[in-house]
């Protein structure tokens, strides 16, 4: 589970990654998800990132505001 909140008034560079905290047998670690942004200009991020392993679901209640 992430969650993200950003203001940016110029440059940004926002990166998330979910991994296997576990070197498999080649000394990597497995990665389940990625996600990356490179930004320029006014902008305001939301982001709710929310992964389950081992059928451990739970709920999730996400309210969307619209663009204005």
Known sequence: EANFNSNVIGV???GWL???PKANEKGRHDE???SVE?????FS??????LWGNDT????SVDWL???
Do not use: M, N, W
């Not at 490179?38 to 006014?42: I, Q, R």
């Not at 991020?45 to 929310?50: S, T, V």
């Not at 679901?57 to 999730?60: A, E, K, L, P, Y």
């Open 12 to 14: 940004a560079h926002i």
């Open 66 to 68: 619209p663009c204005i």
């Open 57 to 60: 679901c739970g709920s999730v």
């Open 45 to 50: 991020i939301e982001k709710f990132i929310q």
């Open 32 to 34: 389940y998800g990625r």
């Open 18 to 20: 979910s991994r296997d």
């Open 38 to 42: 490179d930004l320029t200009g006014v």
